[in-house]
Each structure stands twice: as structure tokens, then as C-alpha cells.
């Protein structure tokens, strides 16, 4: 099967899931937010007008402009933190998955080709990975380092590459049988080729699976430790942040937690959506057992 | 049999080596870790005394071997803010951690798994979609928001339950449910597509020929050979649910462990951080090894491997 109609196939599969487009569309407009918070946003998100602490959605503050989303106890825009709190989303997922997918694919490559001692001590590096839980590593390493963007990439990056190491070790064990890797091998192309030229195509597909509920993960991560007070600094907009200051009124004044979390809930469960029908468009084996009715 | 058991111990030991070790990095990973203990307030003499105090003067090497010598005697230090030896005060918050995990893991075992069931029998029925919307849904929700959504309608609306504190089951309801919502979708979608292996299979219809009724056949043939995928999930969910405590328990100012985390880190209280951090590793190592155990009785082909 020619290449362009394999690629135009599995674009028209994943293009016929509802769910997928929909992902599509929210992803789409979370990216816009996360690249241009300042035009899209219609305050200043630090702003704070005081005189208009607390205005309830939808309703026009005392000098006359229309909070859609209210206020905080701050009388910060909320509409404008939320834009902004986008990019500092994206940011961070993004970062942290390309770091994570980075040193795991690396990690994966390696044990799926050299095989033996690396292969055994890569892959029990990851299962000690698995042991632990992730969530304390992140805050013990967050409390001894401090709380900043870097370091909330560094935490999440690097907790995160076992996954991926599982992943790429797996599918490479596979594709270095391939006759084609083969063929390359006795063409006398080198290994470091062999892998970038041969088997890293071949194992993009679910890499980049993966990848993309890695986002939704980091995502979580990311508003979770913001929430708990370790997460990005205060004066930068966050879904997590905005959500613990908006709990400590939650009695009263709901819409302080509750546009920063529907955000948060939208944006990974389009990113899930997403990853859903990516899997479905690029597993062969998913494919084959659509072809013969099994699903 | 035997073996397999030596196996899963020894490697539960060296995750337990592993885990200090880890520990260990990462308080290291500031450079010299004596400024944690210090503060900000203290002074040159203070940051010497408390250097050779605590070792930090040492080699590397040597300070890990006598971390581990102490770790291994349990002795993690006394809390910066407590004031007193740390593992008492984390073994204090661990039983109403375990309540707070045990309660969550059984709301999602006992819903997911009908709900999976059900779901799996009727594939493509509006209850499938329903159910496993919700699971999608489950899935994507923050805990945090989740909790905050809950205290809003159950708590403070509706007033059915305490919204922080208060005693019994009524106060563990909404933490329970908020910290079981993910292993609850996660264990409804497992148990789903390991039914969808199983009731193809040959040895069910076979069942069926036998004259045993329909639900004998799914829950005693069917579940039972769908069930370690289950089980696993279950097990590493429990895991999760222990370290994901840490958020609901902000949520909800419950007094555990994860709570005890948060304060131990907001305080830079790293005696008390690295108690809290062995005492749930070494948990989770062991629940590990259980559910390890588990899978033996489960499935005749590990028993007799």
C-alpha cells in the first residue's frame, strides 16, 4: 500500500470520530488562548479593582465593564486569568512531555537494540519508576528545590520517561526483527542510522499515543501541585492556583473555582478524546480487528 | 511456587534500597542540603554547627550508608517543627490515610466492576455509552475540582454532609468518593474490555451447555478468568490512591498523611518529608508483593510456574 494512501486512511479514520473532531476544536481554541492570552483577553489578568471584588458572572462591574466570568476576591478578571492560565498549562504539559518522551525514547531505543545488560537494568529502572509514587516525588523534589515553572518541568518530565522507555522498548523489539532492518543492517548502515532512519518512524505511532494523554497527565500534574501551593508562582495565572484560592470561598462565591476547573476538566478531556481516536486511527491491530468485525 | 515468591521478596528489598536511595538524591539535589535545615534566619556558626551535626560534612558515600543504617533501623530524624522523632508522628496520620484509600478503593471495586460487567454484556446499548462516558468523564476530572464540586452541592447546599471535619462515615463519604472517581473509571474500563475478551471464549459456552444459569457463567467462568487485569489495576490503584490522598486531603483539611506531606514540605520539614516518603514507598512495596500473592490464587498457571 502506497504511503500517502495509508496516511490518507488513517486521517479519514480518526477524522470520522466525532469525539476526535470535537477534541480538535477545544484543543484548537486552548492553543490560541495559550499563544495569544493578550489579545484574546479582556483585562489584564494581575489587574485588580478592588472596588469590584467578587462581581458574579455575567454581571458589569461598578465603572461600567461586563464580567462574563466575575471577579475574584481580588477583583482580578477571572474570563483573563483563565485565558491566560492556558499558556502556562500548555507550557508546562507540552515541556514536560517533550522532555519525558526525549529521555524515554532514548532509554526505549536503547534497550530495544542492545538488548542484554541494558535492556535488564533500563527496564528495572523503569519498574522502580512505577513503584513509587509520583505525586511525592514531585512535592518532596518541588520542597527542596522551590516551587517555578523549571522545576515544575523538570519534576514531571523526568517522572514521566518510564512510560515512554516501555513503550519504545517494546515496539523496537519488534521492528529490529523487520526485514527491512535487516536489510538496512547488511547494507552496513550504521546502528545510530539504523534507529533514526529505520526504527524511530516506526515507532512514532504509538509514541506519539502516548504523548498525547502524557499532555493530559502533565496538565493535571502541573494544576494539582499549583493547587496544593507548590506549583507556579502566585502572580502567574493558573488553573491550579486559581482553584485553591477560589476553595477557600467555595461556600460562597462559586465561581471562583468553578471556570478554572471547567477549563482544566474540558482540556484534558478533549486531549483524552484526542488521544482516544489517535489510537484507534494508528493501531494496526485495532484496525485489523475493525476489518473483521471484532469490535 | 516457592520460587516465585523468593523472586517478588528480594525485589521487593531492593526497591526498598532503591527508595532511600531516592530519597536520599533528592534531598541532596539542592548541593548541600544543610541550608534546608538551617533556614534563611540562621547563622554561618548555626549552618557549621548543624553541618557537622547531621554529617552533611562527610563524603557522599558515607552519609547514604549511615542514612541507610538509620533507615533501617526507622530512624528518619526529629521533625524541624515537631520537634520530636518523625516516624510516630507519620505512623499517627498513616490508619486515617489507609481508612481514607481502603474506603475509595471499595466505592470503585464495588461500582466499577458491575458497571464493567454490565457494560461489557451490553456493548454498544445506551448504558454502555452512558457508563462509559462517565468512566471518560472519571478519568478527566481533577480530583481537586471534583472535591470543591462536591462540598458546593452535597455540603453546602444541600447540607447532607459535614464540609470539613466531623466524625464516622458521613465525613469520609465525599473524600472517599472524590479520591475513588479515577480508579473507579479507570477499573469500569478495564474490567469492560476484559470481559470483551473473555465472552467470546469457547470454555463459556461450553458452561452454557452445561446448564449453568447465565450469571454462574459470567460471574464464576467469565469474571474469574477476566479477573487479572482487574486485580492489577485494583492493586497499582491502590497505590495511587495512597500517593493521590496528598490532594483530596488539602481539599478536604482531612487529617492523613498526605496532609502531613504538604505541611512537612510548605514547612521545609525534611526529617518529617523523608519519613512520610519511606513510610508510603515501603506501603506500596508491600501491597505490591500482596497483590503479587493474589495473582497465585487467582491464576493456576503462575501458581504452578
Known amino acids: 500500500m502506497p504511503e500517502w494512501w495509508a496516511f490518507h486512511r488513517r486521517t479519514r479514520t480518526f477524522l470520522a470520530a466525532p469525539s476526535a473532531r470535537f477534541g480538535l476544536i477545544v484543543l484548537a481554541g486552548v492553543l490560541l488562548c495559550a499563544l495569544l492570552p493578550g489579545r484574546l483577553a479582556p483585562a489584564d489578568p494581575n489587574e485588580q479593582q478592588l472596588l469590584a471584588r467578587f462581581t458574579p458572572p455575567a454581571t458589569r462591574t461598578s465603572d461600567g465593564t461586563l464580567a462574563a466570568l466575575g471577579t475574584d476576591q481580588l477583583g482580578r478578571d477571572i474570563l483573563s486569568r483563565v485565558i491566560h492560565g492556558a499558556r502556562t498549562s500548555v507550557l508546562i504539559g507540552m515541556s514536560a512531555v517533550l522532555l519525558a518522551g526525549a529521555v524515554g525514547t532514548s532509554l526505549g531505543l536503547t534497550a530495544g537494540m542492545r538488548g542484554g545488560m541494558s535492556d535488564h537494568l533500563i527496564m528495572r529502572l523503569a519498574d522502580m519508576q512505577f513503584a513509587f509514587p509520583f505525586i ?160 | ?173 465525599l473524600p472517599a468518593v472524590t479520591l475513588g472517581v479515577w480508579a473507579m473509571a479507570r477499573t469500569a474500563r478495564i474490567t469492560r474490555s476484559s470481559m470483551l475478551e473473555v465472552l467470546p471464549q469457547d470454555f463459556l459456552r461450553t458452561a452454557r451447555a452445561k446448564g449453568i444459569s447465565e450469571w454462574g457463567v459470567i460471574l464464576r467462568h467469565g469474571l474469574r478468568n477476566g479477573a487479572i487485569p482487574i486485580v492489577t489495576a485494583l492493586g497499582l490503584e491502590l497505590g495511587n490512591l495512597l500517593g493521590g490522598a496528598v490532594i483530596t486531603e488539602a481539599v478536604f483539611a482531612y487529617p492523613g498523611i498526605g496532609r502531613l506531606a504538604v505541611e512537612a514540605v510548605v514547612n521545609k520539614d525534611i526529617p518529617l518529608l523523608q519519613a512520610v516518603v519511606f513510610t508510603i514507598a515501603t506501603a506500596l512495596i508491600l501491597l505490591n508483593v500482596a497483590v503479587d500473592l493474589l495473582y497465585m490464587v487467582l491464576d493456576p498457571r503462575v501458581r504452578l510456574a
Open chain 1, 136 to 295: 511525592l516525588l514531585a512535592i518532596t523534589v518541588i520542597g527542596v528545590l522551590g516551587a517555578s515553572i523549571r522545576n515544575i518541568i523538570l519534576v514531571v518530565g523526568l517522572s514521566n520517561w518510564a512510560t515512554y522507555a516501555r513503550v519504545v522498548r517494546a515496539e523496537t523489539l519488534a521492528v529490529r526483527e523487520r526485514a527491512y532492518v535487516d536489510a538496512a543492517r547488511s547494507l552496513g548502515l550504521s546502528r545510530p542510522r539504523i534507529v533514526w532512519r529505520h526504527v524511530l518512524p516506526n515507532v512514532s505511532a504509538s509514541l506519539i499515543v502516548v504523548a498525547t494523554f502524557g499532555v493530559a497527565g502533565a496538565i493535571l500534574t502541573e494544576a494539582g501541585l499549583s493547587f496544593l501551593g507548590l506549583g507556579v508562582p502566585l502572580a502567574i495565572p493558573s488553573w491550579g492556583g486559581m482553584l485553591a484560592e477560589g476553595r477557600q470561598f467555595v461556600d460562597t462565591r462559586y465561581w471562583l473555582a468553578l471556570f478554572p476547573g471547567a477549563a482544566l476538566f474540558v482540556t484534558v478531556m478533549a486531549i483524552n478524546l484526542l488521544g482516544d481516536a489517535l489510537r484507534d486511527a494508528l493501531d494496526p491491530y485495532l484496525q485489523s480487528r475493525r476489518a473483521v468485525g471484532q469490535l
Open chain 2, 1 to 173: 511456587m516457592i520460587a516465585y515468591l523468593v523472586q517478588r521478596l528480594a525485589w521487593a528489598a531492593v526497591l526498598l534500597v532503591a527508595t532511600t536511595l531516592m530519597v536520599f538524591v533528592v534531598v541532596h539535589l539542592s548541593g548541600d542540603p544543610t541550608a534546608l535545615y538551617v533556614g534563611p534566619e540562621g547563622t554561618r556558626a548555626d549552618y557549621e554547627m548543624v553541618r557537622a551535626a547531621l554529617g552533611f560534612d562527610r563524603p557522599l558515600p558515607e552519609q547514604y550508608g549511615r542514612f541507610l543504617a538509620r533507615a533501617a533501623r526507622a530512624d528518619f530524624g526529629r521533625s524541624l517543627r515537631h520537634q520530636q522523632p518523625t516516624l510516630p508522628l507519620v505512623l499517627e496520620r498513616f490508619p486515617a490515610t489507609l481508612k481514607l484509600a481502603l474506603v475509595a478503593m471499595l466505592l470503585a471495586a464495588l461500582l466499577a466492576v458491575p458497571l464493567g460487567i454490565l457494560s461489557a454484556l451490553r456493548r454498544n446499548s445506551v448504558l454502555d455509552s452512558c457508563a462509559m462516558t462517565f468512566a471518560l468523564s472519571g478519568q478527566c476530572m481533577p480530583t481537586f475540582w471534583l472535591g470543591i464540586l462536591l462540598i458546593l452541592v452535597f455540603g453546602v447546599h444541600l447540607g447532607w454532609v459535614p464540609v470539613y471535619g466531623g466524625e464516622g462515615l458521613r465525613a469520609l463519604a
